[in-house]
């Protein structure tokens, strides 16, 4: 069964800093992977998938997302954080044998400091 | 925008007492799924529906039922409500059912038992 885990489910960062969301994966098979946002009030929003191909993959509002098979990881990056970066993001992972279902991590509160 | 509409958006009910959430996919989506975020859960798959027909299922109770109608809303039936149920609930939509397909999700019904 595929499961996510997030490490730290708040992380704090200056504004212009690194920011560095860290995922782990279980899966039997190739996953499927995900990057989701959550800002207050709101549903979740995709920022950035991978899929197949190109284990470097770049998403919305400057972020970006390493799948690293050797090391079942899928963390997410962005290089300088921005005050509208604060918002809940999720790990989610899905394959073909899952039946179909997406399976969220816990989440991780982004917090950036002025 | 994600073109997924939930009503309604605020649900307060008594325990014992049933309700019924509401969801129409983005237009051109077949697949919908539905989701519970609780603090201590997080985010918990119940079950998904592709062309009116049950694809997936995850821990949804049985005092919980779902149904995709031909113009592919659908609906989400709690009944015998507790304490326990309250929780924000997410439908969220797909063009496939491929596990490769990203979520385009609702702005949610939060669901208050008293």
Not at chain 1, 36 to 58: D, F, I, M, S, W
Not at chain 2, 71 to 94: I, M, P, R
Request: with cysteine; glycine share 8%.
């Amino acid at each position: 069964a595929q499961s996510v885990t997030q490490l730290g489910s708040h992380v704090s960062v200056s504004e212009g800093a690194l920011v560095l969301l860290r995922c782990n994966y279980s899966s039997s098979v190739p996953p499927y992977l995900f990057w989701y946002v959550q800002y207050p009030n709101q549903g979740l929003q995709l920022l950035l998938k991978y899929t197949t191909g190109a284990t470097l993959v770049k998403g919305i509002n400057g972020f970006e997302a390493e799948f690293k098979k050797s090391e079942t990881s899928f963390h997410l990056t962005k290089p300088s954080a921005h005050m509208s970066d604060a918002a809940e993001y999720f790990c989610a992972v899905s394959d073909d044998t899952g039946g179909f279902k997406t399976i969220f991590g816990a989440g991780t509160r982004l917090f950036v400091k002025a | 925008d994600s073109g997924v509409t939930q009503t309604p958006k605020h649900l307060i009910t008594a325990t014992g007492q049933r309700v019924t959430l509401r969801c129409s996919p983005r237009s051109g989506d077949l697949s919908v799924y539905w989701y519970q975020q609780s603090l201590d859960q997080g985010l918990q798959f119940l079950i998904q529906y592709y062309n009116g027909e049950e694809r997936a299922k995850g821990n949804i109770l049985e005092r919980f039922s779902a149904q995709q109608f031909p113009d592919l809303h659908s609906e989400l039936n709690l009944s015998s409500l507790e304490l326990g149920d309250s929780a924000l609930y997410f439908c969220a939509s797909s063009v496939s059912e491929l596990s490769n397909s990203p979520l385009h999700f609702g702005n949610g019904t939060r669901l208050t038992v008293t």
